[in-house]
């Protein structure tokens, strides 16, 4: 009886530091499970600047289960898991970073799951070594945020460390093509049955995060943008709210001019202007955004561009 063929995506970027500690601990959890499943490891490879390409191209010398995709430039995190969700052989994927802020140890919980027929296992911090304040702030209020404006409710602290089935893989692969992407939420959202798991997420073996503060508030914009039109709604709800203003106003001014008392308005009116002008501008903002997603999916340039996969097929 032939094993089950399980995929461990992970995605790389300027990691020569740490990759070979990251396959040495994978490989120990991978080994213990050897007798019930086989594994296949896909690095995918983001462009990275340093001497990841070399270090990758040692790990596939020194182990057959290990297969390689460089793309031509960075296309950053999302694409890279997508590129090896779509390339993947296993009847399971498991997508996960090369840093061991998603520990290698917890493979044989999420399997577990899977083989009780859970189609996606998401993996959730409970605590995490090495993230600063406004990491952990910023997490619990982009979670409150986007679950308040959007119909798709997602588990706060979920990660990018989580497992799909080969149902899920052939969803994302036919049907979740957008160039806007936040796969954490997009699993959430498919249906089929799900569980998840918790895990303390320890310090970074090597390196530095690749998300700057900027880089993860532009991923929170695009996450809200792809689940919610809250933000365009808020032109018609401060709309109705400026009209009402503006008919006390006059109703207001009506009055003093009838009673013949001066009105001294200039400091409502300018406040009133300011305030007006800032939702203006907000609104048009929001407009802009999702008309650069528009934009983005009209051009239909290609998610990635794979520059070498190895070993050849």
């Given at each position: 009886m032939s094993k089950p063929l399980y995929s461990i995506i992970v995605s790389v970027y300027n990691e020569e530091a740490v990759l070979s500690l990251f396959h040495q601990e994978l490989t120990a959890v991978m080994d213990t499970m050897a007798d019930t499943a086989d594994f296949e490891i896909l690095f995918v490879n983001d462009?990275?600047?340093?001497?990841?390409?070399?270090?990758l191209q040692q790990l596939m010398e020194q182990d057959s289960r290990v297969r390689v995709i460089h793309f031509s430039r960075n296309f950053g995190h999302e694409a890279a898991m997508l590129a090896g969700i779509d390339h993947c052989k296993g009847e399971a994927a498991i997508c996960m970073d090369s840093d061991l802020q998603h520990p290698p140890t917890?493979?044989?919980?999420?399997?577990?799951?899977?083989?009780?027929?859970?189609?996606?296992?998401?993996?959730?911090?409970?605590?995490?070594?090495?993230?600063?304040?406004y990491k952990h702030i910023g997490s619990k209020l982009f979670y409150k945020l986007i679950n308040k404006m959007s119909e798709a409710k997602l588990q706060a602290g979920a990660s990018d460390f989580f497992l799909v089935s080969q149902k899920v893989i052939q969803v994302l692969r036919n049907d979740y093509r957008e160039r806007?992407?936040?796969?954490r939420g997009i699993i959430q959202t498919v249906g089929f049955e799900k569980d998840s798991l918790t895990y303390d997420a320890p310090q970074r073996a090597a390196g530095s995060s690749k998300y700057s503060f900027w880089k993860l508030m532009k991923l929170s914009f695009s996450a809200i943008a792809s689940f919610s039109k809250t933000p365009l709604k808020i032109g018609i709800y401060s709309g109705l709210i400026f009209v009402l203003l503006s008919i006390i106003l006059i109703i207001y001014s009506i009055i003093m001019w009838i009673v013949d008392t001066p009105v001294s308005g200039y400091t409502t009116l300018i406040i009133f202007l300011c305030a007006f002008a800032g939702i203006q501008l907000f609104v048009t903002g929001a407009i802009g955004y999702y008309i650069g997603f528009i934009f983005d999916e009209v051009k239909q340039r290609p998610h990635y561009i794979i520059q070498e996969f190895l070993p050849n097929e």
């Open positions: 462009g990275s600047r340093d001497n990841s390409r070399h270090v917890m493979l044989p919980q999420m399997l577990a799951l899977y083989q009780q027929g859970k189609d996606v296992v998401t993996m959730t911090r409970t605590e995490r070594a090495d993230g600063g304040w806007t992407r936040f796969l």
